[in-house]
């Protein structure tokens, strides 16, 4: 019946079950606390919820929307780009909406990439990542971002090009780790873009959680408009992670290579939530403000706990990801350490080793996600304290 063959695609046969699935499993069975998951314990604003009641109650998006996402959302995502970043995309043919960010990556990667093509992206990175790039047939080319401070080493970027490098793929705010790329970070990658006629794809969803900086696209650098798909979401930020509504901007001929690919994967979804999270992007600035100065409290909540328990704690520039070292408990196998974690004290995190290529580089790394409740965050650390 098989022919001999696996059942599973050989570009897919190194990936087995996620580790947020198999984390979130284990936590579940172990009644601990969940922090090895990215995902909110509370919803966001009220007045989103109630406006995608108001569009299911109308009959807003109940039935197929327009496969480029509904015209209120898609203005509503132009107008918030020309905002807060000064780009100006035309919401008729430079943006797309998607099935959350995870599917405009494996969209722009599908569409712009052939089988040999490599592509340079960030190390640790997001495990959809690299499948998305598996899928596409291409080859990931890791650029390793060194503790403690893991960043970018683009002398090392410039020797990692070569004549079949198609792509780079940008993480910033980056997780795991947190970190945000600086204006000059950011230069100089542009730049060996430009030089090398790359094209670049950059997941931008931590864009309104940045604690030390600020958020520069890419896209807005000399040379870079044509060249760049950004991609970002409503789930990070509004904290309605259920509703996938995600999008991209870019120049049109890049957005419609996207969209010749995300056609056939969803078409479309979620019609009525992007009526609503068209109304959450033009919320004031002082719902942005405000949301991101609660998870810096809550980032330095947890982080204190996580030094108190005797763990090295790099801090995170962004995101709502603490990366630790494990190393002063003696151990050095962090997936070890998160398997027996929930049973040694009833908290939950996730490995950093799976984000590597090669697993030695995070093999003590382990990371914890403080987009908690305040409660939850203070009973965690009291738990993580019978570490010591």
């Not at 989103?48 to 009641?53: G, Q």
């Not at 995070?362 to 305040?374: I, L």
């Amino acid at each position: 019946m098989t022919q001999g063959r696996p059942l599973l695609n050989r570009r897919l046969a190194t990936f087995g079950t996620t580790i947020f699935a198999e984390m979130s499993a284990l936590a579940a069975r172990t009644d601990s606390i969940n922090l090895g998951q990215g995902f909110p314990d509370t919803d966001g604003p009220e007045e989103i919820r109630e406006a995608a009641v108001r569009a299911l109650r109308a009959g807003h998006g109940n039935q197929y929307p327009p496969g480029p996402g509904v015209p209120e959302l898609r203005d509503a995502v132009a107008t918030h780009q020309e905002r807060f970043y000064g780009l100006t995309w035309s919401p008729e043919t430079e943006v797309l909406v998607t099935t959350g960010a995870t599917e405009a990556i494996a969209a722009s990667l599908l569409a712009l990439l052939e089988p040999g093509d490599e592509v340079i992206a960030f190390e640790p990175y997001y495990d959809s990542y690299a499948a998305c790039i598996a899928m596409a047939g291409a080859t990931r080319v890791p650029l390793p971002l060194r503790a403690p401070d893991f960043r970018p080493d683009l002398d090392e970027l410039r020797t990692l090009i070569t004549p079949r490098t198609r792509l780079l793929l940008l993480n910033t705010p980056h997780n795991p780790t947190g970190t945000v790329l600086t204006p000059d970070e950011l230069s100089g990658i542009a730049a060996l873009a430009v030089e090398h006629d790359l094209l670049v794809v950059t997941d931008e969803v931590y864009e309104h959680l940045i604690f030390t900086g600020a958020h520069h696209p890419i896209a807005a650098l000399p040379g870079m408009r044509e060249r760049t798909v950004s991609i970002s979401s409503s789930g990070k930020t509004f904290s309605y992670t259920g509703w996938k509504i995600g999008w991209i901007t870019g120049d049109a001929p890049l957005v419609a290579a996207v969209r010749a690919a995300k056609q056939y994967l969803t078409f479309v979804s979620g019609g009525p939530f992007q009526y609503a999270i068209a109304e959450a992007l033009a919320l004031p600035d002082a719902f942005f403000t405000g949301f991101r100065e609660d998870m810096r409290r809550k980032r330095d909540l947890l982080a204190t706990g996580l030094r108190a328990a005797g763990f090295r704690v790099y801090e995170p520039e962004g995101t709502y990801f603490i990366t630790t070292d494990i190393s002063p408990f003696g151990d050095e196998d962090a997936y070890a350490f998160c398997r027996a974690l929930p049973e040694r004290c009833g908290v939950a995190a996730v490995p950093n080793s799976v984000f590597y290529d090669d697993p030695e580089r995070g093999r003590s790394q382990v990371r914890f996600t403080f987009c908690k409740r305040e409660d939850v965050l203070q009973e965690a650390a009291e738990r993580l304290a019978r570490l010591g």
